[in-house]
Nanobody, 126 residues
Framework: QVLLVESGGGLVQAGGSLRLSCAASGLTGRTYTMGWFRQAPGKEREFVAT???????YLPNSVKGRFTISRDNAKNTVYLQMDMLKPEDTALYYC????????????????????WGQGTQVTVSS
């Protein structure tokens, strides 16, 4: 059984940085895609970043240039480095894993992912 555990959330002032981590266990291979989503109160879950098994990444314009996604396959861990944080980045951040193999396309939708973590809260004060 795949288990995802996020950490690293917290309270930070606007302009500050946080690094989220997501440790995966119960995996049987390396060709999985990892992603980050966020959900603010009263809003739909929003795609934040994804990284394929081959290291390819995709981030939307809303966070591109401020956020970076990376992974350590030896540790089965994915990271989300968030810099220049804004109050609108405040949300519950979820880590997700897709067992499907993406060669060049990206997993951008919640339904593209098979497993989810419990979430870690990020609050950015103005």
């Amino acid at each position: 059984q795949v288990l995802l555990v996020e950490s690293g959330g917290g309270l930070v002032q606007a302009g500050g940085s946080l690094r989220l981590s997501c440790a995966a266990s119960g995996l049987t291979g390396r060709t999985y895609t990892m992603g980050w989503f966020r959900q603010a109160p009263g809003k739909e879950r929003e795609f934040v970043a994804t990284i394929r098994w081959n290291g390819g990444t995709y981030l939307p314009n809303s966070v591109k240039g401020r956020f970076t996604i990376s992974r350590d396959n030896a540790k089965n861990t994915v990271y989300l480095q968030m810099d220049m944080l804004k109050p609108e980045d405040t949300a519950l951040y979820y880590c997700a894993l897709s067992s499907r193999i993406y060669q060049r396309s990206n997993a951008l939708l919640p339904q593209d992912y098979d497993y989810w973590g419990q979430g870690t809260q990020v609050t950015v004060s103005s």
